[in-house]
């Protein structure tokens, strides 16, 4: 089992109507995904829309689902920016709250090179050495690669212990697994990907698909590990339409979409993000009731 577990899921930010946080329905939906196959929670990451919320928006959803879940599942907070000076702040208030780690998405838009990613993290690294950090690499949204070599380098600081990837690359990770030191784990950035990255040596998932049927997932990990390897196939197999509905348009605004349709009251995505077109919107819900989903209208 990784340091923070199998199963963490990458925590949609609710919003009233006002599109202002609901910090109540944070905590209510932090509770509803650790009693439904969660291991931990992460707090403002891409799912959670961080790229909206401003700095003591994050910090007060750091405080209310550590508050809401933290005496039994990991709370691990966003504090990754495209600015260093302001991730290090952020981990450090992190640290200061007593989250159990925080995660740091590779710089976007400025296109650091690999010696400056290797610094920027290294950095918020050193600004907070007791708390354990994970790395993200998901180049889709920061058009730059983190390359294994550089995690590598990465994972000989003390307090950096993983990395979320989602390059959609398996070979990518094995060879990041191949590389870095015993005992860093690589949880995979993509659901549909968690089995294979499992079986190079990945130690769980960073999920979107987790709010939904986190407890399935555990089983199809658990099943893996038991080694009941057709099980876990079968389960994965089975979890694929619900994977790739989740992705039918840009995160998080398909599975904000799903959580809203499970009866949670998540409400709708902030500006420059609109909330999924009808037809999308079916395909989600379709997906949803052929796994068997409650799925209101």
Same mark, same amino acid.
């Given at each position: 089992?990784?340091?923070?577990?199998?199963?963490?899921?990458?925590?949609? &930010?609710?919003?009233?109507?006002?599109?202002?946080?609901?910090?109540?329905? +944070?905590?209510?939906?932090?509770?509803?995904?650790?009693?439904?196959?969660?291991?931990?929670?992460?707090?403002?990451?891409?799912?959670?829309?961080?790229?909206?919320?401003?700095?003591?928006?994050?910090?007060?959803?750091?405080?209310?689902?550590?508050?809401?879940?933290?005496?039994?599942?990991?709370?691990?907070?966003? !504090?990754? !920016?495209?600015?260093?000076?302001?991730?290090?702040?952020? !981990?450090?208030?992190?640290?200061?709250?007593?989250?159990?780690?925080?995660?740091?998405?590779?710089?976007?838009?400025?296109?650091?090179?690999?010696?400056?990613?290797?610094?920027?993290?290294?950095?918020?690294?050193?600004?907070?050495?007791?708390?354990?950090?994970?790395?993200?690499?998901?180049?889709?949204?920061?058009?730059?690669?983190?390359?294994?070599? &550089?995690?590598?380098?990465?994972?000989?600081?003390?307090?950096?212990? +993983?990395?979320?990837? +989602?390059?959609?690359?398996?070979?990518?990770?094995?060879?990041?697994?191949?590389?870095?030191?015993?005992?860093?784990?690589?949880?995979?950035?993509?659901? +549909?990907?968690?089995?294979?990255?499992?079986?190079?040596?990945?130690?769980?998932?960073?999920?979107?698909?987790?709010?939904?049927?986190?407890?399935?997932?555990?089983?199809?990990?658990?099943?893996?590990?038991?080694?009941?390897?057709?099980?876990?196939?079968?389960?994965?197999?089975?979890?694929?339409?619900?994977?790739?509905?989740?992705?039918?348009?840009?995160?998080?605004?398909?599975?904000?979409?799903?959580?809203?349709?499970?009866?949670?009251?998540?409400?709708?995505?902030?500006?420059?993000?609109?909330?999924?077109?009808?037809?999308?919107?079916?395909?989600?819900?379709?997906?949803?009731?052929?796994?068997?989903?409650?799925?209101?209208?």
């Amino acid at each position: 089992m990784g340091k923070f577990g199998q199963v963490l899921t990458a925590m949609v &930010t609710p919003f009233d109507k006002n599109m202002a946080v609901a910090y109540d329905k +944070a905590a209510e939906l932090a509770a509803y995904l650790v009693d439904h196959g969660n291991d931990g929670l992460v707090v403002a990451g891409s799912t959670g829309e961080a790229a909206t919320l401003t700095d003591q928006e994050r910090l007060k959803l750091f405080e209310t689902v550590l508050d809401a879940v933290g005496d039994r599942a990991c709370v691990i907070g966003g !504090t990754g !920016t495209n600015d260093t000076a302001k991730s290090v702040r952020l !981990t450090r208030e992190a640290a200061r709250i007593g989250l159990h780690g925080a995660m740091l998405v590779a710089p976007y838009y400025n296109k650091p090179s690999q010696e400056g990613l290797y610094r920027h993290f290294a950095t918020a690294a050193a600004a907070a050495p007791d708390l354990p950090l994970i790395v993200y690499n998901v180049p889709g949204r920061t058009a730059v690669n983190l390359l294994p070599e &550089t995690v590598q380098r990465l994972a000989e600081v003390e307090n950096i212990v +993983a990395v979320k990837e +989602a390059s959609g690359n398996l070979e990518q990770m094995s060879e990041i697994i191949r590389i870095a030191p015993d005992g860093f784990d690589l949880y995979s950035g993509d659901d +549909a990907l968690t089995l294979p990255a499992l079986a190079v040596g990945g130690r769980g998932v960073i999920s979107v698909a987790g709010h939904i049927v986190g407890r399935e997932i555990k089983a199809m990990i658990a099943a893996f590990f038991a080694g009941d390897l057709d099980r876990a196939r079968q389960l994965h197999l089975g979890l694929l339409p619900v994977f790739r509905a989740m992705f039918v348009a840009t995160n998080p605004t398909p599975v904000k979409a799903a959580v809203n349709m499970l009866g949670l009251e998540a409400g709708d995505v902030r500006l420059p993000l609109v909330a999924p077109g009808a037809d999308d919107l079916e395909k989600i819900r379709a997906a949803m009731r052929k796994f068997g989903l409650p799925v209101s209208k």
